[in-house]
């Protein structure tokens, strides 16, 4: 059996190691379009900041392509797949086959799509090799400002304030994290950067890009220049879905999945940020790009490229992040705007400190905790497990909510008892 | 597999697990230098209350597909092939706290101050997990499963009780 993999991230490696785990003599081979060994994508804003070195950002140890027979191509992109004939095409002519493919190319950072966009210094703060570049420029660069109040343009903005950088974040929405938070809360954390020394602008967008070859400076939409030495567009990204454009497998916002992980081509699976799934609150289809769903998605993949036969539950929206020692944790759907909704919400704004609960019905579908963020997973199973809250609404939102006071309801759902080992089971025994 | 149990009928929530716990993972291990440590000891078990006012211990479960697994953004954590214990490398860990977001027990906790979670690690140096030995009613047990059903089948007074 050859096993093909295309994409090296969180996906890609955790399904080889799900293919391996039931498959020891198959054939496997990886390829990147980057030039490096699978590495933890979500540091690169560590590395960037000085806080974590490259060689720390391995995500599996060094003998791992070795130890599991799995043969590497790096720095080669895949053109297109052809599943006709069970081959892809790489970018330099050459063909190779599979007998199971696992499409995990991940997104692309979206553009600015305006006037002067192709200048040195405007990053989209995807891979190591844009925070190894943005490290060149550091010493002659002041100013850094960034587009977008998402979470990947808040992290490299972050990182390169601890760099001693001068950074402004500059948002066409009233508020930063409009993705993920509330008002209440995204105007919590945007004082909470701006104390620490971050600027935030709202309302504004660029019109053009300033400076010769390199970055100068931005026009803004309000006709206002700003110098700037870096640009980071923090716009979202979008799946890398081109190699399939000419193929019969079928795209919507993504790669379309069946619960099984698999495209509408039998032997074509897809994971990780490239993958549409199914959302498990909404039930509607979506892309939840996030390290966590493509791991969970990667290995499953992996498992039924083996023949396992798994099901992917589908996906959930969940985010954690820590700014200057302030963590934010955003469950499932928090950004109510229609009506048939109940919300629970505990304001602490002096102490930094924001709890709201989002309730459809008697379920629980949405949370956001800023600094304290104690039992968040607790949350988050209740959202998962679509358990029947009713009858523990008045608690949710107090501090010594915790698993001891869900464990029944939790216990009673349908595969929960089969994650957790028999230490748990046996607490519950007496 | 060892495992840790818990009698739960023999809980007294006293808490001293908590203590052994935060003491064991201290520098200095040991109770009165380990509380001027900068940053103070912190347990990674914890005693709780259900809705029902019974006593519930709580540490990590040592899943057999952990979400932190999928989580954890730095590869920080692992799952033993071995002993099939669930183990941080604190080292690697950056305290970005995605396994805090996904732990259905709520049983890894958010260091701030160290900028790690913490979590229960059954006290691998040792023979027998700190809280165990400092249990005063031997409602912790580390062990086989079936050696743990059997001292739950040989108490006659939770006998009826026990479903095993």
Known sequence: MDYLIIGNCASGVNAVEAIRGKDQKGKIT????ENYPAYCRCLISNYLAGTRKEKDLLL??????????????LNKKVESVKPENKRVVLSDGKELKYDRLLIATGGSPKFLGVEGEDKYGIFGFRTLNDAKEILKLIPRAKKVLVFGGGLIGLKAGYALKQKGMDVEIIVKSPRILSQVTDNDSAEMVGRWLMENGIKIRTGLAPKKILGNKKVEGVLLDNEEKMNCQVIIIGKGVRPNMDLVKDSKIQTHWGIITNQYLQTNVENVYAGGDVAETTDLITGEPTINALWTAAAEQGRIAGLNMAGEGKKYPGSIAANSIDFFGLPIISLGYVRVKEKGYEEFV?????????????????RLVGVILVGNIENAGVYLALIRRK????????????DWFDYSKVSELLEQKEGFRETVSLQGDLVKMA | MKRLF?????????????????VE???SKDLFSSLKEEPGPRSRTKVERDT?????????????????????????VSKDPETGLVILDEDKCVGCWMCVMVCPFGVIRPAKEKKIALRCDLCQDNEIPACVAACPTKALFFGELKD??????????TKSKVKV
Do not use: M, W
């Open chain 1, 30 to 33: 990886v390829i990147s379009d």
């Open chain 2, 148 to 157: 743990f059903k059997k001292k739950l089948l040989e108490r006659k007074d």
């Open chain 1, 346 to 362: 505990r304001r602490q704004p002096g102490i930094y400190q924001y709890k709201k609960i989002v309730l459809k019905g008697n």
């Open chain 1, 387 to 398: 358990v029947d809250i009713s009858g523990i609404k008045d608690i949710l939102l107090e």
């Open chain 1, 60 to 73: 599996k140890e060094k003998n791992f392509y070795q130890d599991n027979s799995i043969e590497l191509i």
């Open chain 2, 52 to 76: 029902k006012l019974q006593t519930f211990p709580l540490q990590c479960r040592h899943c057999e597909e952990p979400y932190c697994i999928d989580a954890c953004i730095s590869g920080a």
């Open chain 2, 6 to 22: 818990v009698d739960v009928e023999r809980c007294l929530s006293c808490r001293s697990c908590e203590i052994a716990c935060a």
């Open chain 2, 25 to 27: 993972h201290s520098q």
